[in-house]
């Protein structure tokens, strides 16, 4: 399936002429493997830090998905149940989605990096019926089963592991299974998102999303796929990045992904897996870019086939434009979108400038424009709301889980406003300002204050805190916590490295607070809320900070 050709037509006028077509019924599995079945070459390279090396065919794929299929028929999950991955990047993972996807249930990923606190709100909000997951996940939901009354079930990979194990049960199970005829407006996909105040929020997906994301993700990997390309992404298949912008577009084009399951992100390693599995088209976060960039003479010890790199998550920047150029022989292509509604601007270099510093332009089926308070759209130049245009787009999500006022809340008119704040330009390059709310952006991880909050108040020497993004050369920003401490607490180093260590813990160690500064008090405003605009006013580089 290719929606877009390299046929001589440039950008706009692609745009301009593009129209959906989509079908009534759609499973995203259906298009994903079972149009593959046959397909006797590899859907995913898989590797571990240990040295374990696996490949896995799209047929093989194709009979593992069915094969889970049943085993979750088996153990009493029906269509519409929420199935939990907490898993990194393994075939395991991809396995998990595709056979949720066949029976209609909807898949729940989970980052491994969540801590009991952080698993145990989406677990319980989502009224997840299973989990599937590893030995060490394991044991963490068994410290907090007793807070998820709708868990029945975890069924876990690792070797040797006690309970019921995946590929035990897998091995019982029938090879054969018809995949269900969902609509394409059912729901596939419940992803958390971070908010700017109280808990995580679940953005439900639909299958027809996976289309919508195609013609951002053929342009911004420069008319994906050719017959020899190779995926290769290091976003946890938790996250939107990895999952719906690297591993469901390979499958479905039938190219191969490689998958590695290494603990932390190594420039050395990921160069290394570039080489060695000839990969030619990635989705690398600016944060990695700027890892592998400290690498010395990258083309004198590496041979790379890249012909494409997509970047997200933070602004890519004139810098690492240039050195992607000298360095990795790409133009980067910059992307941006949100969980809601993703992968609608960017850039494609084979067919437009890319333009540093700019976010690109709409790609074909999508329309998004900086809009005023009454949902109107700004002049060119004026800086406004970064809002998508909802009707006829199939990316857009079904809403917020059971919370329609905050779905409500993002809509002004025709458009989905995103809380990105942007301008157009004469050429129509969109370009991004700033938000309009408290989520930090780091490392590609959108954050929100609000639950890192809740959890340093649970700490016994923390009064009040407020939490910001702090402005940060490798980042974008890191995660700055301001404290006032109980009375009668001393403030030390001690202490803060105990607090960061607290939320790590309970959250996640992409959340922590890498800074906590002890204050006397917060600035609040008339009704007693903490104005975090005025601390992030204070942590803004000086002018005379440029040396």
């Known amino acids: ?28 599995a259906a298009w994903a493997i079972d149009r593959h079945q046959d397909v006797d070459h590899t859907a995913i390279y898989y590797e571990t830090y240990g040295g374990t090396e696996r490949h896995y065919s799209f047929a093989e794929l194709h ?26 990047q393994r075939p395991e993972t991809a396995i998990a989605h595709l056979g949720a996807y ?3 249930a909807v898949a729940l990923p989970l980052a491994v990096l969540f801590g009991p606190e952080a698993l145990e709100f989406r677990l319980r909000d989502s009224g997840a019926k299973l989990v599937i997951t590893d030995h060490p996940h ?27 194990h995946f590929w035990q049960l897998l091995e019982k199970s029938s090879q054969g299974y018809k995949t269900s005829d969902t609509a394409a407006d059912d729901p596939a996909l419940l992803i958390y998102t971070s908010g700017t105040t109280g808990p995580p929020k679940g953005a439900l997906i639909p299958h027809r999303a996976l289309i919508g994301n195609l013609t951002g993700f053929e342009l911004s990997q420069n008319f994906f796929p050719k017959s020899n390309d190779v995926f290769w992404t290091p976003a946890d298949w938790a996250w939107t990045g990895g999952l719906i912008d690297a591993l469901l577009p390979s499958l479905m084009y039938a190219r191969p ?44 010890r590496f041979e790379l086939k890249l012909r494409a790199v997509m970047s997200a998550g933070e602004q890519v920047g004139e810098e690492l434009i240039e050195w992607g150029k000298e360095t990795l022989g790409v133009e980067i292509n910059e ?85 990105d704040m942007g301008y157009r330009d004469e050429d129509g390059f969109l370009w991004f300002v700033g938000r309009t709310d408290d989520v930090i952006s780091s490392a590609g991880f959108r954050i929100g204050p609000g639950e890192i909050e809740d959890s340093l108040l649970k700490h016994a020497s923390v009064a009040q805190a407020a939490v910001i993004g702090k402005p940060d050369e490798l980042r974008g920003e890191i995660v700055k916590a301001f404290v006032v ?25 992409h959340e922590y607070p890498r800074e906590v500064e002890f204050v006397t008090e917060l600035p609040m405003t008339t009704t007693g809320k903490v104005r975090r605009v005025a601390l992030r006013e204070r942590e803004k580089p000086k002018a005379d900070d440029t040396d």
């Open 1 to 28: 399936m290719n929606l877009l050709k390299n046929d001589g037509r440039d950008f706009d006028t692609l745009h301009s002429e593009f129209k959906w077509e989509i079908p009534e019924r759609f499973n995203i």
């Open 63 to 88: 009979r593992l998905a069915n094969q889970w299929a049943n085993v979750l028929l088996g153990l009493g999950v029906v269509a519409g149940d929420r199935v939990a991955i907490v898993l990194p």
């Open 102 to 104: 066949k029976i209609g």
């Open 138 to 164: 394991a044991e963490m939901l068994d410290t907090i089963k007793g807070e998820l009354p709708t868990l029945k079930l975890v069924v876990q990979c690792d070797k040797d592991a006690p309970g019921l």
């Open 257 to 300: 992904i490689v998958a590695y399951h290494g603990g932390k992100f190594d420039p050395e390693r990921a160069l290394q897996l570039c080489q060695k599995y000839h990969v030619t088209n990635a989705f690398i976060p600016p944060t990695a870019l700027k890892m592998m960039r400290q690498l010395r003479d990258i083309p004198g």
């Open 335 to 419: 992307m941006w979108g949100q969980t809601e509604f993703n992968y609608i601007v960017g850039n494609c270099s084979a067919i437009m400038p890319v333009r540093p510093g700019s976010m690109g332009k709409p790609y074909p089926g999508h329309h998004v424009s900086p809009v005023d308070d009454a949902g109107q759209p700004v002049a060119v130049g004026e800086t406004g709301e970064l809002g998508a245009r909802i009707a006829g787009d199939p990316v857009m999500f079904l809403g917020y889980w059971h919370n329609d006022e905050a779905t409500q809340s993002r809509i002004r008119g025709e458009w989905f406003c995103t809380g």
């Open 485 to 509: 401490l109980t009375e009668g607490v001393e403030p030390s180093d001690a202490l803060a490295r105990e607090i960061q260590e607290s939320v790590k813990t309970r959250l996640s160690a």
